[in-house]
């Protein structure tokens, strides 16, 4: 039985945690509590999720961890958004997270797809 930090998808969200929580340390102080909060919760939701459900012994228990872990996915696309249309961050720091969570979406829906059908 392998590892979740060996799955890919795993260790990419664990990166994009880490990105996320360093852009909002530049956002203002009054968004501390607000969409800093919101949007670290919804980044370490993502490996946390993943994590958890692979732990799981059951393709179903691991299918609803890997469909938690895509809905907060689909939040903190949302909260990046706002928060480039907010100018809390640069078009640099934008296109990067939300290309590596691009990425993990798309990762997360092949994988729930395969352990849904297998």
């Given at each position: ?68 872990a895509y809905g907060s ?46």
């Amino acid at each position: 039985m392998s590892s979740y930090k060996d799955l890919i998808v795993w260790q990419k969200s664990y990166k994009l945690s880490l990105l996320i929580y360093s852009i909002t340390k530049k956002f203002p102080k009054e968004e501390m509590f607000g969409l800093v909060s919101q949007m670290r919760r919804a980044s370490v939701s993502i490996p946390s999720n993943i994590a958890e459900g692979n732990n799981r012994f059951g393709k179903k228990d691991n299918a609803q961890f890997l469909r938690i872990a895509y809905g907060s996915a689909s939040e903190l696309e949302t909260q990046l958004s706002i928060s480039k249309d907010l100018k809390f961050t640069s078009d640099k720091e934008y296109t990067e997270a939300s290309g590596l969570l691009s990425e993990i979406m798309k990762m997360l829906y092949t994988l729930l797809v395969r352990v849904s059908n297998v």
